[in-house]
C-alpha cells in the first residue's frame, strides 16, 4: 500500500512555471503506474501525464511539450513540471497510483483505462492573465 501526498501547487501569472511534488510513502514506486490528474472549476477531472515503474512516460495532448513528469532515482517522489502555464491550466491537480506495475507492460498510459488505486489529497493551482 502506498500513501501519496502533492505539495507545490501555487499562485502565478500566465507564461511562469511550476513544478509539483508527489511524495509517496510505504512503498517503491517502482511497483507503480503513476499519474498526474487535474480537475478546474466547473470540468470534469482529466488525466494529465503518466510515468510508468521503468521510467517511461506518456501525455495527453495538452501537456505534450509544457509539461514534463518524471521522478527521482530513490522511487519516491513523482514531479510534474509545468512550463508556459496558461490560465486554463487552473485546476486542483491530484496524482494518483495504480498497482501491479510490471516492467515491460504496456498499460501504463494515457489512453487506457487505469484502476487507480490510491490518491493524494490535491495541491492548487491559479494562473492568473
Known amino acids: 500500500q502506498v500513501r501519496l501526498g502533492e505539495f507545490g501547487g501555487d499562485s502565478v501569472q500566465a507564461g511562469g512555471s511550476l513544478r509539483l511534488s508527489c511524495v509517496a510513502s510505504?512503498?517503491?514506486?517502482?511497483?507503480?503506474?503513476m499519474a498526474w490528474f487535474r480537475q478546474g472549476p466547473g470540468k470534469e477531472r482529466e488525466e494529465v501525464a503518466v510515468?510508468?515503474?521503468?521510467?517511461?512516460?506518456d501525455y495527453a495532448d495538452f501537456a505534450k511539450g509544457r509539461f514534463t513528469i518524471s521522478k527521482d532515482s530513490a522511487e519516491t517522489t513523482v514531479y510534474l513540471r509545468m512550463d508556459v502555464l496558461e490560465t486554463e491550466d487552473t485546476a486542483m491537480y491530484y496524482c494518483?497510483?495504480?498497482?501491479?506495475?510490471?516492467?515491460?507492460?504496456?498499460?501504463?498510459?494515457?489512453?487506457?483505462?487505469?484502476?487507480?488505486?490510491?490518491w493524494g489529497q490535491g495541491t492548487q493551482v491559479t494562473v492568473s492573465s
Open positions: 494518483a497510483a495504480a498497482e501491479g506495475w510490471i516492467s515491460q507492460s504496456t498499460w501504463c498510459n494515457v489512453q487506457g483505462r487505469l484502476k487507480l488505486d490510491y
Open positions: 510505504g512503498d517503491t514506486l517502482r511497483r507503480y503506474c
Open positions: 510515468i510508468d515503474g521503468d521510467g517511461n512516460a
